[in-house]
């Protein structure tokens, strides 16, 4: 079935970059997502990219997709408290299926 | 425009006890899906519904949950009876459809006792 792995700590601090990765297994997949989950509540979607694309960057997020290696990451730039949460990659194996990875938590210190 | 509502956004019930679950989803959205996220995983699909048909719930364990959306719309998702590995974050999400974006509400936590 599908597999998706995440490391599960990342501390950062306030200004730096953060870098999250992920690997997946369903080379099928034809979306790959970033979520967001703050503390008590839901899945907020950050950013996705396409199957066929390299790298999508959307402010202070990048998302580079290495098909070959199925590797997923994220980097945040000029990281905030804000930003601190759990952060999930999720691959979509059709029909919106979502797979998601066991989470990796971010946390800023100021 | 109000996202996906669930409610209750927790619940404690004891071992054994029926519980059930609610879900709005966003106006004129047709897909609906149920997700399960237990302690430190990420959310796992339970069942998805297109309108009032449920199309996958091949991980929802029939034993003992059940769910329903009997008019396309809102949706319930029920466990009799609960056991103590019920506990957990029951997450509600809904999209257009099933290639578009799904958005999620807040879960209700469940703790069995």
């Known amino acids: 079935g599908e597999d998706v792995e995440q490391s599960l700590f990342l501390s950062v601090r306030e200004g730096d970059s953060s870098v999250i990765n992920c690997t997946y297994t369903?080379?099928?997949?034809?979306?790959l997502y970033w979520y967001k989950q703050e503390p008590g509540a839901g899945l907020q979607l950050l950013t996705y990219?396409?199957?066929?694309?390299d790298m999508k960057q959307d402010q202070r997020l990048t998302v580079l997709l290495n098909k070959k290696d199925k590797h997923l990451s994220l980097r945040i730039a000029d990281t905030q408290t804000g930003d601190s949460a759990i952060y999930f990659c999720a691959e979509n194996y059709g029909n919106n299926r979502l797979a998601f990875g066991k989470g990796n938590q971010v946390v800023v210190i100021p | 425009e109000a996202g996906v509502v669930q409610s209750p956004r927790y619940k404690i019930i004891e071992k054994k006890q029926p519980v059930a679950f609610w879900c709005n989803p966003i106006s004129g959205h047709n897909t609906l899906y149920w997700y399960l996220q237990n302690l430190g995983q990420g959310p796992e699909l339970l069942i998805r519904?297109?309108?009032?048909?449920?199309?996958?719930d091949s991980q929802l364990p029939k034993d003992r949950f059940s769910a329903e959306r009997l008019k396309g719309v809102d949706s319930t998702l029920k466990i009799q009876p609960a056991e103590l590995g019920d506990s957990a974050v029951y997450l509600c999400?809904?999209?257009?459809?099933?290639?578009?974006?799904?958005?999620f509400g807040q879960g209700t936590r469940l703790t069995v006792v």
């Open positions: 990219i396409f199957s066929n694309m």
């Open positions: 519904y297109e309108n009032e048909e449920a199309v996958d």
């Open positions: 999400a809904s999209s257009s459809d099933a290639n578009t974006e799904a958005f």
């Open positions: 369903d080379s099928s997949s034809t979306y």
